[in-house]
């Protein structure tokens, strides 16, 4: 394959799945072995990396997508409304084989959501592919990759942007085990509570006593003396918790009370604008209070892509915020 360039600067680079998302609105979940009836159906474009690059885009960045997508209609349909929504797109590819990915999710009343995935093309990035790419990896201002494409492709992108000049942004999602040399090529991992707990347990370390906050400072640390500088644990409608390996501090930031009705694709928010301000030199704190009032945004819409605020919409509510709180 031809190396390719990219002669501009201050880009975000998201690598990552994109999906076609088939939701259903009900009151509640189905346990299992259960049918729920009377809900509402809904087609959405999704997949991690897509909607990153969509949160990414609206909030101002320069936004580049590297995927591989199916050769069928919801292939073409990605590309066209990532296309329009301002993503640059040349960098995609097209299998021939396997079909685009697709996401079932069922999300009730009160916006929680259940998900299986079938990742299709998504699965087939490999690691080649992604060399061919390695000027445009290089140069890009920040990089965010998630865990719904293989791993060897996953080492393949950190250790050529390890070459380079981006922040290198992993989200450990949808999580499995990751090797130690992914993680020493890593800047920021942006994990929830959840996947942060499961992530220390894979790599080996002891079972801790603590709870809450303790526990994920002292994993945080664990985490960071293996090469990692920042540790972003999001917390949901709580907010998140900023370990920075340097200062060996702790930040919080709390999250803006709202009334979620899908919170499908909020995560993913959360990184897309993280992202774009990093990439425009906002520090991490500023960042992420940026991130974090994008998604409390986010949570009040539905869909995925669709619910991603615009700029203005984050600046304007962090102006309604900061005169609150006069």
């Known amino acids: 394959m031809s190396e390719e360039t990219e002669t501009e600067t201050e880009y975000v680079l998201i690598i990552g799945s994109s999906n076609m998302d088939l939701n259903i609105y009900s009151k509640r979940l189905p346990n299992p072995g259960e049918t ?8 959405f474009l999704g997949g991690k990396g897509a909607n990153q690059a969509v949160a990414s885009v609206r909030s101002g960045a320069r936004t580049i997508f590297i995927g591989k997508i199916g050769n069928d209609l919801f292939g073409d349909k990605m590309i066209s409304r990532l296309t329009d929504e301002g993503v640059n797109m040349d960098h995609i590819f097209r299998d021939p084989q396997e079909p685009s ?40 201002s920040s990089i965010v990759v998630q865990m719904e494409i293989p791993m060897d492709t996953i080492q393949e992108i950190f250790k050529i942007a390890s070459e380079g000049k981006a922040i290198k942004i992993l ?3 949808p999580l499995k085990t990751i090797p130690i040399e992914v993680l020493r090529n890593v800047d920021i991992i942006i994990p929830n509570e959840g996947e942060l707990f499961r992530l220390h347990s894979l790599l080996g370390f002891n079972n801790l006593k603590e709870e809450g906050k303790q526990k994920i400072i002292h994993i945080s640390k664990d985490l960071t003396n293996i090469g990692v500088e920042y540790i972003i644990t999001t917390l949901g409608n709580k907010g998140c918790i900023i370990f920075e390996k340097k200062t060996d501090k702790i930040f919080e930031v709390s999250a803006p009370k709202v009334d979620a009705v899908d919170t ?18 906002e520090t991490i704190l500023n960042a992420v209070n940026y991130a974090t009032t994008a998604a409390s945004i986010a949570v009040t819409r539905k869909g995925a892509q669709e619910s991603m605020p615009s700029l203005s919409d984050i600046q304007n509510k962090l102006e309604k915020l900061n005169l609150n709180e006069q």
């Open 171 to 173: 989200n450990p999602a």
């Open 36 to 43: 729920v009836t009377g809900g509402t159906f809904k087609q």
């Open 101 to 140: 990915g697709v996401a079932f999710i069922l999300i009730d009343e009160n916006g929680e959501n259940m998900i299986s995935v079938a990742p299709g093309a998504n699965f087939n990035l490999k690691p080649d592919e992604i060399r061919s790419k390695t000027q445009i990896i290089k140069n890009s």
């Open 264 to 281: 499908v694709g909020a995560g993913d928010c959360f990184i897309g604008v993280l992202a774009s301000m990093l990439s425009k030199g």
